[in-house]
């Protein structure tokens, strides 16, 4: 008996593991979260001090064309707003630290946007609500706001 309960144990925890990683891979298909979590990924490794991510032509893979216009007409006019990076909300963070934890919550669909709420960090995380629109089939960064109180 007691090799049957230590067996059937083995094999709940295997499809609760099985289970957690389809309900990943669900996120991996077009989805807005899988389009945060791909564009965050690709952000933080190509941040660097000897290039930024939003002068690189492969930023229109993850951000309106519009948006992307528009933040680079107001880096160049007056640098980031608030004086820290736009799409991170922060002047400085560990890239190692949020590349291996970046947490994308369950989207709120209002209308045709998706409102996606991602965190950032082990430590003090930093949290952030991506807004995302359908472009051409692909979802497409509009906006991403704060979660600070109102100064």
């Not at 107001?74 to 934890?101: E, I, T």
């Not at 709420?117 to 952030?128: A, E, L, M, Y």
Request: proline share 5%.
């Amino acid at each position: 008996m007691t090799r049957f309960l230590s067996l059937l144990v083995a094999v709940v925890c295997a499809l609760a593991v099985g289970s957690a990683s389809a309900a990943q891979a669900a996120v991996s298909q077009n989805s807005p979260e899988a389009a945060a979590i791909s564009f965050y990924t690709w952000f933080i490794q190509h941040d660097s001090d000897q290039t930024y991510p939003l002068s690189e032509p492969d930023i229109e893979r993850y951000v309106a064309t519009d948006t992307v216009g528009r933040l680079r007409n107001d880096y160049a006019h007056a640098g980031p707003p608030n004086g820290v990076d736009y799409f991170l909300k922060v002047q400085d963070y560990d890239s190692r630290d949020w590349l291996a934890h970046i947490q994308v919550q369950r989207a709120l669909m209002l209308g045709d946007v998706a409102v996606v709420p991602v965190s950032f960090g082990s430590q003090d995380p930093v949290h952030v609500l991506v807004f995302l629109k359908r472009v051409d089939a692909t979802w497409k960064i509009i906006k991403i706001d704060d979660t600070w109180e109102y100064r």
